[in-house]
């Protein structure tokens, strides 16, 4: 099937989906019982991608299946109880629809704790370019081409944690998690092909004022920790300065992001990253683009993303994004090309 054909066929099974009697909205799986709620979200999407990289194009597709079930108890002392349990059959490489927490929390006035695989401070109050649908800048273009912006601090994404996360005070929140063991490629057999952190503590920070209709706000964040002897990597040490404004619909922000050498086989790798963008979201629809540079002692990357999202129904969703990257490597010729995917997702 050519691209041209794909996308006539997407925008045919919208039109059909949008103007069938399944457009009615599906009732919610939740139960509501006094001071408990619990409900259940189950999705479908399939996704397609023309993928230009050097001169050839090709076509791929992707299926993902998602379930969340989150579940809240508010006690007579006004302390808030809750689990939030994710399944997905694989991975997404999209910031804004990674799956795979598995967390139970406490929240009272003194602030929120959270136990279990959630993503800590260092990467849920740093602000950053804003990314919606499938991710733009840190989306899935990647799973097909190219290499996603840092966007914030290299950190122990969603491993096993304790996270404590403050209440606002005067516009000011901070956060400080504690991940025993953070690891990745477990299974390969030479070790120095593995990621494995021990120890690793993650702090965020947010300070926001409002002013004249706009709410500013600036972050910090901090990731570090142990690499283990065998893999013969660096320790992780990362950071990020970030920052947003927003009104209404419109959200503007980005960061500076300082990779140095976390979790590199060799020295002197020091990465950093300057990344920005600006996006408008109403409840049904939104837009989105964003772009970062990201360089090191052998590398430069250059993205650029646009992308979107439009509610056909409560239940359905049509997802795009089109991505163009630039990787120049020493010693090796430049690699570029652009990715534009689409997604049509079902969710009750």
Same mark, same amino acid.
């Given at each position: 099937?050519?691209?041209?054909? *794909?996308?006539?066929?997407?925008?045919?099974?919208?039109?059909?989906?949008?103007?069938?009697?399944?457009?009615?909205?599906?009732?919610?799986?939740?139960?509501?019982?006094?001071?408990?709620?619990?409900?259940?979200?189950?999705?479908?999407?399939?996704?397609?991608?023309? %993928?230009?990289?050097?001169?050839?194009?090709?076509?791929?597709?992707?299926?993902?299946?998602?379930?969340?079930?989150?579940?809240?108890?508010?006690?007579?002392?006004? %302390?808030? *109880?809750?689990?939030?349990?994710?399944?997905?059959?694989?991975?997404? !490489?999209?910031?804004?629809?990674?799956?795979?927490?598995?967390?139970?929390?406490?929240?009272?006035?003194?602030?929120?704790?959270?136990?279990?695989?959630?993503?800590?401070?260092? !990467?849920?109050?740093?602000?950053?370019?804003?990314?919606?649908? *499938?991710?733009?800048?840190?989306?899935?273009?990647?799973?097909?081409?190219?290499?996603? +912006?840092?966007?914030?601090?290299?950190?122990?994404?969603?491993?096993?944690?304790?996270?404590?996360?403050?209440?606002?005070?005067?516009?000011?929140? +901070?956060?400080?998690?504690?991940?025993?063991?953070?690891?990745?490629?477990?299974?390969?057999? !030479?070790?120095?092909?593995?990621? *494995?952190?021990?120890? +690793?503590?993650?702090? @965020?920070?947010?300070?926001?004022?409002?002013?004249?209709?706009?709410?500013?706000?600036?972050?910090?964040?901090?990731?570090?920790?142990?690499? !283990?002897?065998?893999?013969?990597?660096?320790?992780?040490?990362?950071?990020?300065?970030?920052?947003?404004?927003?009104?209404?619909?419109?959200?503007?922000?980005?960061?500076?992001?300082?990779? @140095?050498?976390?979790?590199?086989?060799?020295?002197?790798?020091?990465?950093?990253?300057?990344?920005? @963008?600006?996006?408008?979201?109403?409840?049904?629809?939104?837009?989105?683009?964003?772009?970062?540079?990201?360089?090191?002692?052998?590398?430069?990357?250059?993205?650029? @993303?646009?992308?979107?999202?439009?509610?056909?129904?409560?239940?359905?969703?049509?997802?795009?994004?089109?991505?163009?990257?630039?990787?120049?490597?020493?010693?090796?010729?430049?690699?570029?090309?652009?990715?534009?995917?689409?997604?049509?997702?079902?969710?009750?």
């Amino acid at each position: 099937m050519t691209a041209e054909r *794909l996308i006539c066929a997407t925008f045919a099974a919208v039109a059909v989906l949008a103007g069938s009697p399944a457009a009615a909205q599906i009732p919610k799986l939740q139960i509501e019982s006094g001071e408990f709620k619990a409900r259940l979200s189950i999705a479908a999407a399939v996704q397609a991608a023309v %993928v230009d990289v050097q001169a050839s194009t090709e076509l791929e597709r992707e299926f993902e299946f998602f379930a969340r079930l989150d579940a809240e108890w508010r006690l007579p002392s006004n %302390v808030e *109880l809750g689990v939030k349990i994710e399944f997905a059959n694989r991975d997404r !490489d999209t910031e804004a629809l990674e799956t795979g927490e598995i967390y139970g929390f406490m929240a009272t006035k003194f602030g929120r704790v959270e136990v279990g695989k959630q993503d800590g401070p260092a !990467d849920t109050l740093s602000y950053a370019a804003p990314t919606i649908a *499938l991710g733009q800048i840190r989306g899935d273009f990647s799973r097909y081409a190219g290499s996603q +912006a840092l966007l914030k601090p290299l950190d122990t994404k969603d491993s096993f944690k304790l996270i404590y996360v403050s209440p606002e005070v005067r516009g000011v929140r +901070a956060g400080m998690s504690w991940s025993p063991k953070f690891q990745q490629n477990s299974k390969a057999t !030479d070790p120095r092909s593995r990621t *494995l952190v021990r120890d +690793a503590i993650e702090l @965020g920070v947010q300070i926001d004022r409002s002013l004249g209709g706009w709410k500013l706000g600036i972050s910090g964040g901090y990731a570090f920790g142990k690499a !283990d002897p065998a893999t013969t990597r660096a320790k992780l040490d990362s950071w990020s300065i970030g920052a947003k404004a927003r009104r209404g619909a419109l959200r503007i922000g980005g960061a500076y992001v300082q990779r @140095g050498d976390s979790n590199r086989l060799e020295e002197g790798f020091n990465q950093w990253e300057v990344n920005g @963008g600006v996006a408008w979201v109403e409840e049904g629809w939104g837009v989105s683009g964003s772009s970062a540079v990201t360089q090191s002692s052998d590398r430069q990357n250059f993205l650029l @993303g646009l992308g979107g999202f439009f509610s056909l129904t409560p239940n359905i969703q049509l997802r795009s994004d089109l991505v163009r990257f630039r990787e120049k490597r020493m010693e090796r010729l430049p690699e570029k090309g652009v990715i534009a995917m689409f997604e049509l997702q079902l969710k009750i």
